[in-house]
């Protein structure tokens, strides 16, 4: 039986292609400039975090508690929402589903949820980290970080990490959208065009739906 939630964006962007042929980190997004997509894959530490590893497992999926009550067009979960700030060198957020500019999302408890702790510290790249905006307003909002963020322990509830080098690799193509006020240089935001669960522990506390 699954321990850790196993679960995914699908994403697409336009911006520099990698160096090399193989996607190992080995490289770098020097390329030329074209739309991509590519998969990050996330492991979430349902064991350490719990409630805030359901709460970014539901809404991976497009069935979930706020799906049903959806008007036609209506954004329910993350698939169809966009990275709307990518700052190179320190991270890429999402997961605004209602509004697409960082002042939205929600979470499945309720619009915001406490902090649950911070036993996990940002002490490597790749890692996924609650935004917020202040102590315990957790909604749906996310960054995953490209360096050591030391300086957000005890602010930000870390509850997942990338999964795998492509997807480390995908995720610095992604950060080479951004610019150091968080603006997407290119065409359009990168969009998560599909999300999803692959592994889940069992969990009775699941929404049921």
């Excluded at 049903?68 to 709307?84: D, M, Q, R």
């Excluded at 995953?144 to 995908?170: M, P, Q, R, Y």
Aim: aromatic share 10%; glycine share 10%; hydrophobic share 30%.
């Amino acid at each position: 039986m699954a321990t850790q939630t196993k679960c995914y964006f699908d994403v697409t962007w336009e911006g520099p292609t990698w160096s090399s042929a193989e996607k190992t980190l080995s490289g770098s997004p020097s390329g030329k400039v074209q739309k991509q997509d590519g998969r990050i894959n996330f492991v979430l530490y349902d064991d350490i975090v719990p409630d805030t590893a359901r709460n970014f497992r539901h809404l991976c999926k497009d069935k979930n508690i706020f799906s049903k009550n959806a008007k036609g067009g209506e954004l329910t979960g993350y698939k169809g929402s966009v990275f709307h700030r990518v700052i190179p060198s320190f991270m890429l957020q999402g997961g605004d589903f209602t509004r697409s500019n960082g002042t939205g999302g929600k979470s499945i408890y309720s619009e915001k949820f406490p902090d649950e702790n911070f036993s996990k510290k940002h002490t490597k790249p790749f890692l996924l980290s609650m935004a917020n905006a202040g102590p315990n307003t957790n909604g749906s909002q996310f960054f995953v970080t490209t360096i050591v963020t030391n300086w957000l322990d005890g602010k930000h509830v870390v509850f997942g990490e990338v999964a795998d080098e492509e997807s480390k690799v995908n995720v610095k193509l992604i950060e080479a959208t951004g610019s150091s006020s968080g603006s997407i240089k290119y065409g359009s935001k990168p969009t998560i065009v599909g999300a999803g669960v692959t592994e889940q522990p069992n969990d009775p506390k699941e929404p049921s739906v």
